[in-house]
């Protein structure tokens, strides 16, 4: 999938905007810090899903040009981005090859996979944010970094993603349906 190279970008961002603390994890800093985490998480996969929804099946293959991904392959990426960035929060690895979701092809079981992961991912973040987030741990993308920056480069990773599925939305003359007041 080729537009993972803003993914160094993204880290290379929320890296200078949110600097080592210091603090202690389960600390009362590192809880008010992360209070907020699960409305983040919530907003950025609802509104994912809901562009994945508007977007008709026979879509799911549409590309704007030949050298991005397709509709449906922007969720997959999405979804097993998120799936990685999550395990490596606590501390576990993921295996691309293993998780199938290269074999999906439909709008059924693309959408069906983001909600699983979108569900895992809330329960990492209530067991994580606040709590052990300042521990640091192995990231398949990052190296060594602390949990917290984990997850927040899987909600930013979700905004990034939701952004590109709004323009091939509008390149469909879909209005998303966050956009529809």
Known sequence: MRMR??????????????????????????????????????SCTDRLLEAAEAMPEEKYGYRPT??????????????????ILLANAEGKTVSPKDTGV?????????????????????????????????QVVQSQFFGKTTRRFLLIQAIGHNNNHYGQLVFYLRLNGIVPPASRH
């Open 5 to 42: 190279t803003t993914l160094p970008l993204i880290a290379f961002s929320l890296a200078c905007a949110f600097p080592a603390t210091g603090e202690e994890p389960g600390s009362a800093a590192s809880a008010a810090a992360s209070k907020d985490w699960p409305d983040q998480w919530k």
């Open 102 to 134: 290269e074999q999906l092809k439909t709008k059924a079981e693309i959408i069906a996979l983001v909600r699983k992961v979108v569900t895992e991912g809330a329960a990492v973040i209530g067991r994580v944010a606040g709590k052990n987030d300042a």
């Open 66 to 83: 030949s050298d991005v991904d397709t509709f449906g392959d922007q969720l997959k990426h999405a979804a097993l981005a998120m799936k």
